[in-house]
């Protein structure tokens, strides 16, 4: 038996973060962003320091950032970059992860 599945939803700037990406890096990134569907909560997922309940998940050199709402199961991409920049430009999304 398998869990809830959760709705994805990618906030419009980090859609415009995602088209921005090489094909390769988006593709893989977008494949990561569906598993999240089955499991909000992978291993390696991070709850991040400082936020109001960010997470994000490494995919090779980028990271997604998001919200799980598991009351309405609805998971929210909030940013999607470069392991140097995303935290930087998610403005206030997300310090650093947990350790």
Known sequence: MTGP???????????????????????????AVELLASDPRPPGAKKLVGGEGEWRVRTGDYRIVYEIHDHVLRVLVLAVGHRRNVYRRSSGVARKART
């Open 5 to 31: 599945t959760y709705r994805i939803e990618v906030a419009l700037t980090a859609a415009r973060q995602l088209r921005k990406l090489d094909h390769p890096a988006r593709r893989r990134i977008q494949a």
